[in-house]
């Protein structure tokens, strides 16, 4: 017979599921921040919690966790798998450069290691402290609601998505509830249990849970009864969002590309105003690695240039003839570190003293102020669009592939789960064409001839082994800007044509016009993506091949062709893009000023009456279900209460008058006439214990013998503790 505490096969089955608990935590945190060698996180934590397990001296666990820790550093960002003089070499120079940033507090100079250890000492802690929950209070519950809050904040509000894992953790955190409950309920009642006997009374815990879940899983569902308030909530905010994962999101821009999909509602939250003379595509960056999901960049590659204000900024677009240069007048609603620029942008100039860093991987302008990230309110862009030869390319042909520089390779990559059916379909769309320049528009016209219907609604996610770019093309041919261009720049890698993924904002609405210039309002609902294909011998061109957008390359037409070639050439005919009743509403609204946010939720009030009347009830019942029973949950909130309290008699005299409230409450009344004495006496034989005699001979020396400086609270306090632990039973 021993304490269940020290079994050490039950002990293990605690930490087993703490393991899949934190890996619940590290999954979302990795898809998120697209964090790879998840794997090796996973060994640090089943290494720190099977030391905590066997008790390991902390002299001796530290070193070999920092250990792991060096060699992980070494492993990922050298490539070396021992601690070679080059590995050794690097970390101590990378040390050098954090410490620099750190004392100087240039926050921004820090680098990915640095960040990796800080990664890795938050799960250091983490494991700790659960360590703690479990083998010294035998009690998880703060972790686990915890858990269950973190995975349904970041499936409502982010790309993740947490449907299976909801359910992996309810079934997790039932099996340690039920665990840990034996656990406590063995040491209050000072019962020792066998292995064969613990064993026996986890069995029926671990068949009403799998059952339990089972008919969960398997009964039909009925839809929800409540609206979903996100969009009624990030109506309000001016940030930009995404809705891939299956669930519906608020349009704008966003960083995460990886997990694309999924339904969006519309969004008129204003981003920037732009006065220029025409319309301008906005372009932020691109992106080169198709997963079959969605797009990602490569890492540590291409070359940064630093510019300053006014500075010729070299950019993959060369500018157009300097008698069309115009200017753009950019002012920010929106908090962006970068510049939104359009094609053919030869500097920029701002009132504050700022540093411009074009980065040739993403094409993206950052900007910097005296090394920190700066986030611009006002600033002007000099450009002249690029206008391209229709000569140069018509002679543009696939023996010019060929000779394109290995550069060119990540604009051609593609994975090699894509089905067949996509290349085939690349070869059938431009049997015809001989030029890459042909082939390309072929593609571009594509989706406005073959019934392809642009919409935001409706629009689903690939299954585990779909393909995003299949899905669309052969399966629902319904879908907005990315499906349309992700689809475009697959299909051109089809044919070995280096093409790439471009994120930034279309034209938006005329608000104004002043002179020869517009005032373009842009909002969230303007987030866009389209594509960049490379011509060889020409350059880079933009092209549009979503249904109802208008954006193109200007084409300079110095060869002679029929009157109807042109027109085709210069502008496809396309069909406007059918806008979902929201949008029109929306947009309808903002025309007209439209209603004040008070407004707004008055008519949510008068729709939702009886939800919110219902809603009412059912948080009152709630409020009385909790009243009824507080002398259950109470407890766990008095005592840490009380132990942020100071250790002086006040305290003491205040706790020990709460034990006597808590006692009543669970049921143990002291009787009319009854002496503090006497009632102690009878707390202690009902549960075992001499802690209230303890605690009331301090009271009566505190209050009736005039001894308040001899009594210490702190050495009183795990008696009293006891005692109101007894009460939640």
């Known amino acids: ?56 001296s902390w002299w001796i666990s530290g070193p070999l966790k920092l250990l792991y820790v060096l060699w992980f550093i070494v492993y990922v960002y050298t490539g070396e798998v021992f601690f070679t003089g080059e590995a050794i070499a690097f970390v101590w120079q990378d040390l050098k450069i954090n410490l620099a940033a750190l004392f100087s507090q240039n926050w921004a100079n820090t680098t990915d290691v ?109 839809g929800p009864v409540w609206p979903d308030p996100v969009p009624y909530i990030t109506s309000f905010s001016s940030g930009a969002g995404s809705g891939p994962g299956g669930t519906v999101g608020r349009i704008g821009y966003g960083v995460n590309d990886s997990q694309l999909g999924g339904s969006f509602i519309g969004d008129s939250s204003p981003v920037f105003k732009a006065e220029v003379a025409s319309g301008q595509y906005w372009k932020v960056e691109s992106k080169d690695i198709y997963t079959t999901k969605g797009w990602e960049l490569t890492e540590n590659i291409g070359d940064s240039f630093l510019y300053e204000n006014g500075d010729f900024i070299a950019t993959d677009f060369t500018p157009g003839d300097p008698e069309m240069q115009e200017t753009a007048l950019l002012s920010m609603d929106q908090d962006f570190p970068f510049v939104l ?8 100039v701002m009132d504050e003293n700022l540093d411009y860093e074009y980065n040739t991987a993403d094409q993206r302008i950052e900007t910097y102020q005296q090394g920190d990230v700066f986030e611009p309110e006002v600033y002007e862009i000099t450009f002249s669009e690029p206008t391209f030869s229709l000569t140069a390319l018509r002679e543009t042909s696939a023996e010019d592939l060929a000779e394109l520089p ?14 067949q059916r996509v290349r085939d379909l690349a070869e059938e769309i431009t049997a015809s064409s001989t030029t890459i320049y042909d082939k390309a528009r072929d593609i571009e016209r594509y989706f406005s001839n073959a019934g392809f219907e642009y919409s935001q609604q ?104 029929d009157t109807a070639e042109e027109d085709e ?45 219902w809603g009412a009830i059912a948080l009152g019942v709630l409020a009385a279900i909790f009243y009824k029973f507080r002398h259950k949950w109470l407890p766990r909130v008095l005592i ?33 006439g009854q002496t503090l004495r006497a009632y102690a006496s009878y707390i202690d034989t009902f549960f075992g214990t001499k802690d209230m005699t303890r605690l009331t001979n301090a009271y009566e020396q505190s209050i009736y013998g005039g001894r308040k400086d001899s009594i210490e609270w702190r050495e009183l306090q795990e008696s009293w503790e006891n005692l109101i632990k007894q009460t939640t039973g």
């Open 1 to 56: 017979m021993t304490s269940i505490r020290k079994n050490s096969w039950f002990m293990a089955g605690l930490y087993i599921l703490v393991f899949f608990l934190l890996a619940e935590w590290l999954t979302p945190v990795m898809t998120l921040t697209a964090t790879a060698y998840k794997p090796l996180f996973l060994i640090f934590i089943a290494m720190a919690l099977g030391m905590s397990l066997l008790r390991v």
């Open 114 to 222: 640095f960040r990796t250890l800080l990664f890795f000492t938050l799960l250091w802690m983490a494991v700790y402290l659960i360590h703690y929950w479990v083998s010294f209070r035998l009690s998880i519950f703060l972790f686990y609601l915890l858990t269950v809050v973190f995975i349904a904040v970041l499936d409502t509000f982010s790309p993740y998505t947490g449907n299976t894992a909801i359910i992996r953790i309810m079934v997790i955190g039932l099996l340690l509830a039920g665990l840990l409950h034996l656990a406590r309920w063995t040491e209050r009642h000072r019962i020792e249990l066998s292995s064969e006997k613990i064993a026996a009374a986890i069995i029926p815990l671990f068949i009403m849970i799998a059952g339990s879940t089972a008919v969960a899983l398997y009964l039909p569902k009925s």
């Open 341 to 348: 620029y359009p094609y053919g942008t030869e500097s920029v």
């Open 406 to 419: 290995a550069e060119f390779d990540r604009y051609r990559q593609l994975p090699a789960e894509l089905p």
């Open 458 to 561: 409706d629009i689903p996610v690939p299954a585990e082994d779909q393909d995003y770019v299949d899905q669309f093309l052969f399966d629902t041919k319904k879908g907005y800007c990315d499906n349309f261009s992700t689809s475009m720049v697959v299909l051109l890698r089809s044919l070995d044509i280096p093409a790439r993924w471009v994120k930034g904002f279309n034209e938006g609405e005329i608000v104004e016009t002043k002179d020869d210039t517009d005032i373009y309002q842009i909002t969230n609902n303007n987030a866009h993506s389209w594509v960049e294909a490379y011509m060889p011998g020409v350059g880079w061109m933009l092209f549009e091949p979503t249904i109802g957008f208008t954006g193109s390359s200007a084409v300079e037409f110095d060869v002679e062709v």
């Open 569 to 613: 050439a210069a502008m496809p005919d396309r069909p406007e893009p059918p806008l979902p009743e929201e949008l029109e509403d929306e947009a309808a609204a903002d025309q007209n000023a439209g209603p004040s946010i008070w407004s707004r939720f008055q008519s949510f009030l008068d729709e939702n009456s009886s939800k919110i009347g």
């Open 640 to 672: 840490p209460y009380y132990r942020l309290r100071s250790g002086d008699t006040a305290t003491f005299e205040k706790a020990y008058l709460r034990l006597l409230k808590q006692l009543e409450l669970y049921g143990i009344k002291r009787s009319e």
